[in-house]
């Protein structure tokens, strides 16, 4: 089945620097999402990428949709303490398979 | 926009009896839903695909009489955890599809808050 090899598992950061995460596949995908969830709440979608090559911004986020349709990748500039929880990436494949396959999570804590 | 509700935010019941939860998408009309299990420090795990108006698609593994899915309005969708057991307790999150108008894009996956079940 399809699988997204997130990395890396967890961070452990000071406030003020930067951040990058991945994932990747051997498979080919149309959209790639990036979630964010804190403790006991549901994911919070931060960013969507849907053409190969898009790179996508919000706010200190920014997001990119690998050229292969295999990766993405997640900075977080100039981190501060709110930053902290787990950060998943999410892929579909096109047509009507509105499935997403989900990454196993970075875990991110920002020291102040 | 692209706000997911749900309800209870958690709950918890004795082994043996139905829970059911509430999953409604607020701002916006979503003829798929989906519904997902959370082990601590787990991924997401997807339960089953909501469709309004027809039956639930379920993943392998996951036990349809056991947890029974209605999808009946395009805004809300509910399952119910049948006899439910120890093993049951977890993290249940449902999400929406958003078609049209949502901020971060349409065609993606909304979530709810999460519904916290333990069964005692």
């Known amino acids: 089945g399809q699988q997204l090899n997130q990395s890396p598992q967890s961070m452990f950061i000071q406030e003020g620097e930067d951040v990058s995460m991945n994932c990747t596949s051997s498979s080919i995908f149309n959209t790639w999402l990036w979630y964010k969830q804190e403790p006991g709440e549901g994911p919070v979608l931060l960013i969507a990428?849907?053409?190969?090559?898009e790179l996508t911004s919000n706010g200190r986020l920014t997001a990119q949709f690998g050229i292969t349709r295999k990766d993405s990748f997640l900075n977080i500039s100039a981190s501060i303490p709110s930053d902290v929880g787990i950060y998943f990436c999410?892929?579909?494949?096109?047509?009507?398979?509105?499935?997403?396959?989900f990454g196993k999570g970075t875990l991110l804590t920002v020291n102040p | 926009g692209a706000v997911v509700s749900q309800h209870p935010s958690w709950v918890i019941c004795k082994s043996g009896t139905s829970v059911k939860i509430e999953c409604r998408s607020l701002?916006?009309?979503?003829?798929?839903m989906f519904w997902y299990r959370q082990f601590p420090k787990q991924s997401l795990m997807l339960m089953a695909t909501?469709?309004?108006?027809?039956?639930?698609?379920?993943e392998q593994g996951v036990e349809k009489d056991k947890f029974l899915i209605n999808h009946a309005s395009l805004t809300l969708s509910t399952l119910t955890v049948t006899s439910a057991h120890p093993e049951d307790s977890s993290f249940y999150i449902c999400?929406?599809?958003?078609?049209?108008?949502?901020?971060?894009?349409?065609?993606?996956?909304?979530f709810g808050p999460g519904t916290r079940l333990t069964v005692l």
């Open positions: 909501s469709n309004e108006g027809s039956k639930a698609t379920y």
């Open positions: 999410a892929a579909k494949s096109g047509g009507s398979n509105y499935k997403l396959t």
């Open positions: 701002d916006f009309q979503a003829t798929t």
């Open positions: 990428l849907y053409k190969a090559g």
């Open positions: 999400s929406a599809k958003c078609l049209a108008g949502c901020q971060l894009g349409t065609d993606t996956q909304y």
